[in-house]
């Protein structure tokens, strides 16, 4: 599940751009690109549900990526645990078959199916062959709308979420991060995360019939989007996820909150944790940016400037010709849904950690003063047009590439705006973009691990 922790863990990707059951058919499945692909996009509302079909040239394969607001932010104050533990009863089991009877259907035939759940959005991914369309379908809707949640199984869950949460407190990331949200997003904001020790709490407390009447209330086919990209006859699709969701009811629209609004947290924050062989530190701000806000993209080159990969400027000085770390980088986060944050994130070893800091604030401030060059700026757009391009040619990439277009409010021709609207940048405007929105002597800081003389939490 993509509870607490593997949302968290997204803010340490460096952008560059389940049951038991065999190797699933041909994950690397390819699906030519078009110069034009919104035209190929079928989309039709089925049932109440936004159905998205894409037909490629791959051979046999569907890939589906679904989404429903039904995440970590519907929580109630009562029990922020709820929605996490939701969706981890999604695939143990239904009203019509259990859990060993329904991963054996899909081991039959090589296919899977998994549910994630994030901050916003319960996700649903799958895959299969052409031939068992009805049957993952049918298993998808099966388990959406009518899990079993078993008793013994809800036990279960709140023991996995516990034990998964208490690992991960030891992850100077995991704690860097988690502070991070906190120091960044208001009360009330969906990127704001309860912190580890109130959501194990939650989960201890938490009781089977408030997950029954939190699945009753949220899962259903309002705001759900169901992607398929493959081998797949669109009209046939149509008709099945007619067939299986029919009658289905509910739902919720996606929560829209006020931009965020700077905290009162402590602008320097330390997390402790004794015994560490390394720190992890985060600088960062909100952006009061939604990525289909017009200085979004902009700002997201810039930043990939200063820090995307071993072409950032991040890695290029102070890791590859000062050595103060193994990792850096510099991303805009969250802002799929609402407005996002943008950070650096760097691990440093304890001895090195004032040095490290000494340097990316350098780096961060000769990138905010003097702005990126024409030169940077024509290398980083051919490097983020072809990642873009790359990534649509698998039946996984494209499915993920159209969820991510209505979660982020635009249309499915973004998919062709896309490599034009990089084009079309200049260096005066990602610079002037990027004082615009950032302001480097108010960021916070966040730095977790084995910190000498630390405050006091």
């Not at 692909?37 to 049932?47: C, E, F, G, T």
């Not at 429903?68 to 929605?83: H, K, M, Q, R, T």
């Not at 980088?329 to 650096?344: E, L, M, N, P, R």
């Amino acid at each position: 599940m993509k509870n607490l922790s593997s949302s968290l863990a997204l803010l340490f990707t460096v952008p560059a751009l389940a049951l038991a059951q065999p190797t699933p058919p041909a994950p690397s499945a390819t699906a030519t690109p078009d110069t034009h692909l919104a035209a190929r996009v079928v989309r039709a509302n089925i049932a109440g549900i936004d159905l998205i079909a894409y037909p490629t040239g791959v051979k046999d394969v569907v890939t589906f990526r679904g989404s429903l607001p039904a995440g970590d932010a519907f929580a109630s104050e009562d029990n922020v645990a709820i929605p996490t533990l939701v969706g981890m009863m999604l695939d143990k089991g239904t009203t019509k078959a259990n859990k060993f009877e329904i991963a054996e259907k899909l081991e039959s035939v090589g296919a899977t199916i998994s549910f994630d759940v994030g901050t916003q959005m319960t996700e649903v991914n799958a895959k299969c062959l052409k031939k068992d369309v009805p049957l993952v379908v049918g298993l998808i809707a099966e388990q959406l709308r009518s899990p079993a949640f078993s008793a013994e199984e809800f036990e279960k869950a709140k023991k996995q979420f516990i034990g998964s949460l208490q690992r991960q407190l030891e992850s100077t990331d995991f704690r860097a991060a988690d502070a991070f949200t906190r120091a960044v997003y208001p009360v009330g904001h969906p990127n704001r995360q309860p912190p580890p020790e109130e959501l194990i709490k939650a989960a201890e407390t938490a009781k089977l019939e408030d997950a029954k009447a939190f699945h009753a209330k949220y899962y259903g086919p309002a705001h759900f989007t169901l992607v398929a990209v493959g081998d797949l006859d669109a009209p046939q699709l149509q008709a099945e996820v007619g067939r299986v969701f029919a009658g289905w009811a509910g739902g919720v629209d996606p929560i829209q909150p006020a931009k965020a609004t700077r905290t009162d947290a402590p602008q320097d924050q330390t997390v402790n944790m004794p015994d560490k062989t390394s720190v992890t530190v985060l600088i960062g701000q909100a952006t009061g940016l939604r990525y289909r806000d017009t200085d979004a993209l902009a700002l997201r080159v810039g930043t990939a400037i200063l820090g995307s990969g071993f072409t950032g400027r991040l890695m290029a000085n102070v890791r590859d010709r000062e050595g103060l770390t193994y990792g850096i980088g510099s991303t805009v986060a969250k802002d799929t849904f609402v407005d996002g944050d943008w950070h650096i994130s760097a691990t440093f070893g304890p001895a090195l950690l004032e040095k490290g800091l000494t340097s990316t604030r350098r780096e961060l401030k000769t990138w905010y003063e003097k702005g990126v060059t024409e030169d940077e700026l024509e290398r980083r757009k051919g490097d983020l047009v072809g990642s873009f391009k790359v990534g649509l040619a698998t039946t996984d990439g494209m499915a993920g590439a159209l969820l991510n277009a209505v979660h982020r409010g635009v249309d499915v021709t973004w998919l062709d705006e896309y490599p034009k609207r990089v084009e079309a940048l200049t260096a005066p405007q990602v610079n002037s973009t990027i004082k615009k929105y950032l302001k480097p002597e108010s960021m916070y800081l966040v730095k977790a691990g084995t910190v000498s003389a630390a405050p006091a939490k």
